[in-house]
């Protein structure tokens, strides 16, 4: 059977394909793989300064192209606002790393050892290619949040985005070439016959996207002893403790479950509340919730966007009928609006349980279940009780409660009385736990640490080891 050779590009708003995306043939991925091979010696021989010189003309690169990123982020992913937010967000990333990598790798003095006669040296060798597989819920920022430390370190990098949302690249090859770094920074498109491609070729895999996917990545990278960098799904908890700032709690959680139309890993997909509050946090979250619009017919007015990815509707419909089915009410949405393209409208469940789907599964759309618990020590147990651990907010305003509470959840960041922090705040290390992830962090500045495998230099200043051979 013949590979395809373009792909549908389909416009979430409307439903409706409205152009084609070129299929990067495995063939030509091997073969951009090789020239990236060849071009990252000299890459690496420059100095990190040098290196984050071009990172910097990249940022301007992409700051010159903004409303062309814009155009091409709201016609794949339907949504304006949290486009903004990437496109800069995107930069300021660029920007931030521009400043910070020279510190992160910088070579220490040669060191005495405890051996009067031995010193050591650390040095560092970064991978020659590191490739990227990116998804569709923040396509450009994911498809560089790896990428640009990468590139500090001296990797040359092999992306992929996700087919559902790619009409970025071109500007960002244009960017690329305009920073002069063209040459070690390669984008493919396709699907998953392109993607297993990106890892045939790659020395190391950073991989965003679903669980299942991640395990199949996983497993090609271990055949291949090659690591894996992988950032997976969530299924993200928030305890509401009875001594919350109620108004407070409802609205940060309205914005951390309902933003970008819930398709976010970081989304707070759980709230369980302790009954002595429930009442009052549903109510104000029932308030929230329902003051918010879909952005529809105009994009830049309304809160939420459309469903992305098609194949996301039918899930969010199934979990949906499979809670009602079982008793959940829904006290704001409950049911998907077809405008051509796809919404979910802001949903508040109560009256769920844990064996429903939405309640165990990964949603992925502006669906809020609330579970009423009668005290702090359930919310915590209820809230581990998932193969997910990605993050976690707390909502409280004793401190001292807060780091207790915090420091037993199963998850690798914990927001206090906020949510989502993990998203806007990329300074601070924290990795996956459970299924959620797999790797060194990708927050904070020893996440560059990935992208270099250690070497020491282990020197002799010129006398015989006392465990030598007598000598001849």
């Known amino acids: 059977m013949t590979e395809a050779t373009t792909l549908p590009l389909r416009n979430p708003r409307t439903g409706q394909s409205d152009g084609e995306l070129p299929v990067t043939a495995a063939i030509d991925v091997a073969a951009l793989g090789a020239a990236l091979r060849q071009a990252q010696p000299a890459w690496a021989g420059q100095s990190i300064e040098q290196r984050c010189q071009r990172l910097s003309a990249l940022g301007d690169a992409l700051a010159a192209r903004r409303e062309g990123f814009l155009a091409a982020l709201l016609a794949d992913t339907g949504r304006w606002h949290e486009s903004q937010i990437e496109v800069d967000g995107t930069i300021g990333a660029i920007r931030r790393w521009a400043q910070q990598a020279p510190a992160c790798l910088a070579e220490k003095p040669v060191q005495q050892e405890a051996i009067p006669f031995i010193q050591t040296q650390q040095t560092w060798v970064p991978y020659a290619v590191v490739g990227v597989i990116s998804p569709w819920n923040f396509p450009l920022m994911l498809t560089l949040i790896d990428a640009v430390p990468a590139l500090a370190a001296g990797c040359s990098i ?18 690329l070439d305009e920073a002069g770094m063209g040459e070690v920074f390669k984008l493919v498109t ?21 669980v299942a996917t991640g395990r199949k990545v996983g497993e090609a990278c271990a055949r291949r002893f090659i690591p894996a960098s992988l950032e997976l799904g969530g299924k993200d908890p928030a305890l ?11 609205r940060a959680l309205a914005w951390g479950s309902f933003v970008n139309g819930g398709q976010s890993c970081m989304s707070i997909e759980r709230v369980y509340v302790e009954a002595p509050v429930a009442d009052a946090f549903i109510a104000a979250l029932v308030k929230e919730a329902a003051a918010l619009e879909l952005a529809w017919p105009d994009p830049m007015q ?3 966007g459309p469903v992305i990815a098609a194949s996301q509707v039918e899930l969010v419909r199934a979990q949906l009928a499979d809670a009602k089915a079982k008793g959940a009410r829904a006290l704001t949405g409950g049911e998907l609006i077809d405008h051509g393209g796809v919404w979910c409208p802001p949903t508040v469940l109560v009256d769920v349980t844990d064996e429903m789907a939405v309640v165990a599964d990964e949603s992925f759309a502006s669906v809020l279940p609330v579970i009423v618990v009668a005290d702090e020590n359930e919310a915590i147990a209820r809230a581990n009780a998932t193969e ?25 960041g914990i ?30 500045t020893a996440s560059i640490r990935r992208f270099v495998r250690a070497r020491a230099l282990l020197i002799n200043t010129g006398t015989a080891s006392p465990w030598w051979f007598p000598a001849a």
Do not use: W, Y
């Open 158 to 175: 092999l992306a992929k985005p996700s087919e559902v949302t790619s009409r970025f690249v071109p500007l960002l090859r244009d960017a």
């Open 190 to 210: 396709g699907a998953a016959t392109t993607g297993q491609a990106v890892i045939d070729a790659s020395d190391q895999i950073c991989f965003t996207g679903s």
């Open 240 to 250: 509401v403790l009875s001594d919350a700032n109620i108004e407070h709690a409802a």
């Open 302 to 304: 309304g809160q939420i």
């Open 388 to 412: 997910f651990g990605l993050s976690a907010a707390v909502f409280t305003q004793n401190p001292e409660r807060a780091q207790r509470v915090a420091r037993q959840l199963q998850a690798g």
């Open 415 to 444: 927001s206090i009385n906020d949510a989502c922090l993990t998203g806007m705040v990329q300074t601070a290390e924290k990795q996956s736990f459970k299924l959620s992830g797999m790797g060194g962090s990708r927050m904070g």
